[in-house]
């Protein structure tokens, strides 16, 4: 699932999950960095009106976190800048199907991301 700067996504971008983001993986904080590029859990908190629905994901040594415009959740072990966890137990089409309405309507998705 992806998280883009973008202001509006294509028909094609079914994966995308939110758009008009304040943040990208080049703006990411150094120390949350750092936590990503270990093979610890992550979980990645989505909330948008009142409905949440977790992922649970892995970093990887290997993430470069450098990409100016998106911020990628990935469920295979694939790495590029854009990607900030990998081998995650949820991909877009796996979310909670209303939180997903409430995104489609327009509504403010908030993003958590916890290294424990």
Known sequence: MELTKEPSLTPAGDCIIG????????????????SLRNE???IITLECNGI????????HP???LTDPTSLVIRR???????????????AAAD????LIKELR????LTVELSCP
């Open 19 to 34: 758009v008009e983001c304040e943040k990208a993986c080049a703006d990411l904080d150094n120390r949350l960095k750092d």
């Open 40 to 42: 610890k859990g992550i």
């Open 52 to 59: 949440k629905d977790i992922v649970r994901a892995y970093g």
């Open 62 to 64: 290997e993430l470069t």
């Open 76 to 90: 295979s072990s694939f790495i590029c800048p854009r990607t900030i966890c990998v081998r995650a137990d949820k």
């Open 95 to 98: 979310l909670d199907r209303n």
């Open 105 to 108: 309507k327009g509504g403010k």
